[in-house]
C-alpha cells in the first residue's frame, strides 16, 4: 500500500512560482509512474503533468512551459514546480501514483494511489 501526502499549496499573486511536494510512504515510488491531476471547481479533475518510470515527462498544453514535474527518489518524493502561474491555474492539486513502472498515467486513466490534494489559489 502506497500513501501520497501533498503539501505546498497556498496563495499566491499571478506570476508567482510554488512548488508541490508528494511524499510517499509505505512503498518506493522511485520508479513508479506519478502524476499530478487537478480539479477546479465546477470543472472536471484534469491531468496537468506525469513522470513515467524511466523518467519520460508529459505536461498538459495548459501548463508546458511552465510546470515541471520531478522526482527524488532517495526522499520517496515527487514535486510539481509551478511557474508563471496564472488565476487559471486555482485548483485542488492531486498527486497520482501508478501501481508500477509501467503504468500509463492519463485524464481517465490515472494511477491507483491518490494524495488527498492540496489548494492552490491564484488571486490579485
Known amino acids: 500500500q502506497v500513501q501520497l501526502v501533498e503539501s505546498g499549496g497556498g496563495l499566491v499573486q499571478p506570476g508567482e512560482s510554488v512548488r508541490l511536494s508528494c511524499v510517499a510512504s509505505?512503498?518506493?515510488?522511485?520508479?513508479?509512474?506519478m502524476a499530478w491531476f487537478r480539479q477546479a471547481p465546477g470543472k472536471e479533475r484534469e491531468l496537468v503533468a506525469s513522470?513515467?518510470?524511466?523518467?519520460?515527462?508529459n505536461y498538459a498544453d495548459s501548463a508546458k512551459g511552465r510546470f515541471t514535474i520531478s522526482r527524488d527518489g532517495v526522499r520517496n518524493t515527487v514535486y510539481l514546480q509551478m511557474n508563471s502561474l496564472k488565476l487559471e491555474d486555482t485548483a485542488v492539486y492531486y498527486c497520482?501514483?501508478?501501481?508500477?513502472?509501467?503504468?500509463?498515467?492519463?485524464?481517465?486513466?490515472?494511477?491507483?494511489?491518490w494524495g488527498q490534494g492540496t489548494q492552490v489559489t491564484v488571486s490579485s
Open positions: 509505505g512503498k518506493s515510488i522511485s520508479s513508479n509512474a
Open positions: 513522470i513515467t518510470g524511466s523518467d519520460t515527462t
Open positions: 497520482n501514483a501508478g501501481i508500477s513502472r509501467f503504468t500509463r498515467i492519463t485524464t481517465t486513466t490515472p494511477g491507483y494511489y
